[in-house]
Each structure stands twice: as C-alpha cells, then as structure tokens.
C-alpha cells in the first residue's frame, strides 16, 4: 500500500493495522470477528480515498486550471468506490445506458441520486451506447430508451458515438463495433436536427426546478458499492433517490417533516437496508432526524461493522436500537412515534404512505406502460411522461399538484405549447384525460399562466383531425445520389416503399430523394390550424410547403402544422426523405471489391441480411 498508509489509518480508525495484515492472505487474526471488522474497515477506507484522495484530487488539480472534472460515478469489474461519495467529489456526473439489454438500468439512478444528493443539477449520460448492427439505428429506434433514461433523472445526454470522418470519398467510413452512428457521413445526420431539438427541449424542462421525490433509500456503509437497496420496493406512482451516510451526516435535515438538502432536495420518507450493521456515528444523527419529525422505515441494526472503538460502539449502537426500535412487535410489525418522527419495521411502503396521507404523485393502473418525471419550480410543476408501449394509450392519470394551476401540453418534438382544457378536480389533486400515441412522449405542465398560440378555443383536449385532401399518388422523386439511384426524376403513380421496387437503383438505394407535387385547395378553413401527416416513413423526412421549411419528423406521427404555409389555390409541396445506408451496404455485399460504392470496417452484414423499409410509404 502507500508509504505511510498504516499511519493514516490508525488516525482514522483508531488501531494499528499492521498487526491484521496477514488477513489479507486468508488467515484469522484474533478471531473471525476481529478479522472481518478490520477487512470492513480497510474496504470503507480504500472507497473513501478513491473519492477524496483520487476524485477530489483531481478535481482541486483540474479547478487550479479553470477545468472541470467529469466521471461515470460506478463501476463494474473490480471498482473498489462507494458509487455516490466516489461521484460527489466529482464537479460533473455521468451515467450510462445502451440502446438495447440491460446496461445502464442501475447505473442512471446511481447517477442522479448523487447528482441530487450531493448538490448538482445536471446529470449527464453516455446516451446510446451499442454493440453491432452497423447502421440500422435512427432516431426514432432511439425513442423509447432515450425517454427512459429521462425518467431516471438524467437531463443533459453525451452522444455516444461521434467518429471523425476525414475522407469524403470513404462512406459511410470509419465504424467501432459499439456505439450509435452520430456522425456526418451517416445518411440521417443532415436531418436529426430535428431529433436533437427533442433532447434539448427535453434537456431544458428537465433541468428547471428541483426533482421530486418522496423516498430516499439509504444504501449502507459497506464498500465497495455500485448501486441501492430497494426492499420494500416503491410503489407505483412515487419516486426515490438513494443517499448514502456522508449526505445524511453532513448535509441532511428535517423541516416540516421531510428529510431536507440545503438546495432544496427533499424526501418524506428514508427507507433503511436490511443490513444488520451500522456506525454509531450516522445512526445517532438519524435518531437526531426522527427526533425532528423525519419518518424512517426499516430494520434495527445490531452492531457497528467497524473495528474502530470496539467493542464500546456496539454498546452505544445497541443503546440508540433499544431506546428507538422501542414498540412491541406483532408479526413481524412495529410502528412507533419517537420525538416528532416515526419509525416503522416490517411494512410495506404503501402502508407507511396510507398512514402519512401521502397521494401518488402520479396516478395510473398499475399495469399501464409509461414511465414519468416530476420536477418543480416555484410557480411550476413540470411532468415528463412516455409511452414505452407501440399501442396508443388513453390515460387519465391524477397528478399531485396545487389545484389553482392548470394543465398545459408541451409538445418537445415540434415545440408547440397548447391548454388542456378537459381536466377535473380530485380528493388527492387534478386528473387529465391523455393520449399517446405508441412510443409518444408529452410534458404536461401545471402553470398559472395560459398559452397563447391558439388559432381556436378549444373544448378537447386531442380534438379529431378531419382531412381535407388525400394527396397519395403522381409525385415526382428526384434520388440524389446519381451514383447509386436513377438519373433522372421519376413520377411515382403510388406511394411505395422503396426496398420493394422491381428497380434494382431505387431498391438498395440509401441517401435521399425529393418527393415533389403541387396541389389544389379551393377553400382553407376559417381559425383552424392546418397540418400535413405524411403516413408511414422511413426513417426521416423535412417538409417544403411553398417554398416554407414546416419542419421535419422522424417518429410517428408523421405529422407537421402547415398553418402559415398552406394558401387558397395551388400549393407546391416538397419532400426530402432519407433511409438507412443499410440497403446499399447489403447490394455491395454481392459486388466485387472495386465494384462497390460503400467502405466500412466492422459489419455482420450479408447478401441475406433483411432490407429496410425506406422512403414516403404513405
């Protein structure tokens, strides 16, 4: 270990190590007890130096020089930390998470329970990390988990993976085996402005205001450690954050009986681990909480972990259990008022809410399949809620919110802010009627304020689209790679996928083409926003009504407002429409090497593989 280490930790812990070493190979030292305790005491000491001497080192180097630190607060094969002070001495925090399997589904939580904790507002996240299928992701396969992590409190996502593309005449060119292909040679990144206006409307709301929260798990002193304990499990419709024992002993305090951080976190309830151990130290200061007016729900411990002030912090552990833990157990079960707080064992979290009145935050069946946010500033309460199901969903969730506010709809992919108009009072707050189309997301926002960019009052809150005219044949196509696609315009008598033509050029093409038309309206409607649904498309499309850019899409509904550019007569409509480069690198699989057109490194591509659907089906 480090010169002088055994001198550090004697004056941490109180004993000299020296004499436990030969623990370390596998031999008992005193006894099986002294033995574990000082193993216990070596680990928690090693997390905490990782943290402060490792994290918070650098941190102090990289300040001296106007920089920041940056970490990914966890780790996996042989991480020696505690995931939330490792994080905390950090002055930016990181998650992560893959598009498909299951990476990431502890370590964004990790991610933003320190950031919460510890102060920090943003929580980034490697966003979109992935392993093979060269070319086959677009921003709409991208929906469901980016939203995920979104709801797991990340507000701020570090695309994974932008390779450099020096050589243009290398396409789509340089490629790693992991990562989505955010790059400029991909066929879709000339147009994903349009999705990255999504994340960062996404980004803004969800870095307004505080996160709310009703539960803080705390996970234990042991080390090392990369996530929490939930045990019980949070009910449907409240959220948590872990904590650890340096927040709940520096930073944490009790005010009107919740759990409170001095930036304005705050919890109602703190969940204990089912840990049999526990440092005098923290739970004197959580006797001190409860003794304030804090709840707690969890099992008595038994002992200290430690070796430090052995055997006498037993005694005072033992001491603090018996004058807290005090009520009688009957099947398992004992609540008890202690100072202003309570202390509950043995239940269910959604009996220790019954009991404090406490209403869900958000109010679904159980079974529905979305996932959601809360965030709240002073004079707003923002939630962000995504069907992660391809069915349309008609919901009517009760929010917990002041009942003077109302209901607005923020739409982050086209940027459009309307009323709700249908909502009703309930015992517990305001219930909405919604609907979501499958994979769609909204931000419902409660605001005393109106929005004001309606043509109409409206009484519905989803009014019926009626359509005014069928445009679905006689348009002409432009494929603008005149290198692989055809030379000149064709006129397409019907909407068609591309991959399905009998002409081999349009059948593997992959790039963009311009669908063309002009079109006659003889009478617009009076005070009615006008919009154009483009059907099926694959995978993204931007739009030109008379010579106006309306926008681009690139998840369903395919559908953009067309207000200010339609007009009474004729109107000249453009369509430019991308695919994936999968189509083309399939066609090359069966050319000769200087026969092909696309270059790439790694690839499980083969003249077998599946074609993608591609262009305005329609």
């Not at 409307?201 to 450690?225: F, M, N, S, T, W």
Request: charged share 25%; proline share 5%.
């Amino acid at each position: 270990w480090t010169d002088g280490y055994e001198v550090k930790f004697k004056e941490k812990y109180g004993y000299d190590p020296v004499p436990f070493l030969p623990v370390l190979s596998g031999r008992i030292v005193g006894s099986v007890e002294l033995s574990e305790r000082f193993l216990w005491d070596l680990r928690r000491s090693i997390a905490d130096d990782v943290a402060y001497e490792y994290v918070g080192g650098l941190r102090k180097a990289s300040n001296k020089h106007n920089l920041k630190t940056w970490l990914e607060n966890y780790g996996h094969w042989g991480f020696p930390g505690e995931f939330m002070m490792y994080g905390g001495q950090s002055d930016l925090i990181s998650g992560e998470f893959w598009n498909e399997g299951t990476l990431g589904n502890i370590e964004c939580k990790a991610s933003s329970s320190t950031a919460h904790t510890y102060g920090k507002p943003i929580t980034s996240a490697e966003a979109f990390t992935s392993s093979r299928r060269a070319y086959l992701r677009h921003p709409a396969m991208l929906k469901k988990r980016g939203d995920w992590a979104l709801t797991e409190g990340i507000n701020h996502f570090v695309l994974h993976l932008y390779i450099q593309q020096p050589d243009d005449n290398r396409k789509p060119g340089m490629n790693a085996w992991f990562g989505t292909e955010f790059n400029r040679h991909n066929t879709w990144f000339s147009q994903a402005d349009s999705y990255f206006d999504y994340l960062r409307r996404c980004q803004h709301l969800l870095q307004q205001g505080k996160y709310v929260a009703d539960v803080c798990y705390y996970i234990g002193e042991d080390a090392p450690v990369m996530t929490g304990v939930r045990n019980p499990e949070i009910p449907k419709g409240y959220s948590y954050d872990y904590i650890n024992a340096e927040v709940i002993l520096n930073r944490l305090s009790v005010k009107d009986g919740r759990f409170v951080l001095p930036d304005g976190m705050s919890y109602k309830v703190m969940v204990l681990p089912p840990f049999k151990t526990m440092r005098p130290e923290l739970l004197a200061k959580i006797e001190q909480l409860v003794q304030q007016g804090g709840t707690i729900l969890g099992p008595k411990p038994e002992k200290s972990p430690s070796l430090e002030n052995y055997p006498m912090a037993d005694t005072q552990v033992k001491e603090l259990v018996d004058k807290m833990w005090h009520g009688d157990y009957a099947n398992g079960k004992m609540n008890v008022n202690y100072g202003e707080g309570k202390i509950w064992d043995g239940y269910e979290l959604s009996e220790v809410f019954a009991d404090l009145n406490l209403a869900k935050d958000m109010d679904v069946p159980e079974d529905t399949p979305v996932l959601w946010i809360h965030r709240k500033t002073e004079d707003m309460d923002i939630y962000f809620i995504s069907n992660q199901s391809d069915e349309t969903l008609q919901i009517t969730p009760v929010f917990r919110t002041d009942k003077s506010l109302k209901p607005q709809l923020w739409n982050a992919i086209t940027g459009e802010i309307r009323q709700l108009p249908e909502y009703d009072m309930t015992a517990t707050g305001i219930s909405v009627p919604l609907i979501l189309k499958g994979s769609q997301s909204w931000f419902v926002i409660f605001s005393k304020t109106s929005a004001t960019d309606e043509k109409a009052i409206k009484t519905s809150n989803f009014p019926e689209y009626k359509p005014l005219v069928t445009l679905d044949k006689d348009f002409n196509v432009d494929f603008q790679n005149k290198e692989i696609g055809p030379k000149e315009t064709l006129v397409f008598n019907k909407l068609q996928d591309w991959s399905t033509s009998g002409n081999e050029q349009i059948k593997f093409y992959s790039g963009t083409a311009t669908y063309t038309k002009t079109f006659t309206i003889k009478e617009l409607p009076d005070n009615q926003e006008m919009y154009i649904n483009l059907g099926e498309v694959s995978v993204m499309a931007k739009v030109k009504l008379n010579g106006k850019d309306v926008g681009g899409v690139w998840m369903a509904p395919y559908r953009l407002n067309i207000s200010e550019a339609i007009t009474k007569g004729e109107n000249t409509l453009e369509i430019e429409v991308v695919n994936l480069w999968r189509n083309q690198l399939i066609r090359d699989k069966s050319r000769k090497e200087d026969e092909k057109y696309t270059w790439i490194v790694i690839d499980k591509i083969t003249p077998e593989s599946p074609l993608q659907k591609s262009g305005l089906i329609g």
